[in-house]
Nanobody
Framework: QVPLVESGGGLVQAGGSLRLSCAAS?????????MSWYRQAPGKLRELVAS???????NYADSVKGRFTISRDNAKNTVYLQMNSLKPEDAAVYYC?????????????WGQGTQVTVSS
């Protein structure tokens, strides 16, 4: 089973909204992995957008606070990123990430990425 599969990217006008989804393997959710969304724009480093722990604690990059919301549905093994009031600078490839260290085993999984394009 592929650990992480993203979907929901696309083209949107500035000010619009998109919701990204990340379907994770049951294993990752069963071990309470911390789930995150990263993004990487051309010529830039990959950066953390938002993260959520298994009990729902969230963290956001300053640039998306108040506009993006990360959530997880443990019953569906899925993490979401609701993106509102999108700006051209939000355009990037968005990656889902899962991390957990359990009994000395490190889980560090990345999805294949989904493209978000924001037109001005």
């Amino acid at each position: 089973q592929v650990p992480l599969v993203e979907s929901g990217g696309g083209l949107v006008q500035a000010g619009g909204s998109l919701r990204l989804s990340c379907a994770a393997s049951q294993r990752l959710f069963s071990i309470n992995a911390e789930m995150s969304w990263y993004r990487q724009a051309p010529g830039k480093l990959r950066e953390l957008v938002a993260s959520i722990t298994s009990n729902g604690n969230t963290n956001y990059a300053d640039s998306v606070k108040g506009r993006f919301t990360i959530s997880r549905d443990n019953a569906k093994n899925t993490v979401y990123l609701q993106m509102n009031s999108l700006k051209p600078e939000d355009a990037a490839v968005y990656y889902c990430h899962a991390s957990k260290t359990l009994f000395g085993t490190m889980y560090d999984n990345w999805g294949q990425g989904t493209q978000v394009t924001v037109s001005s």
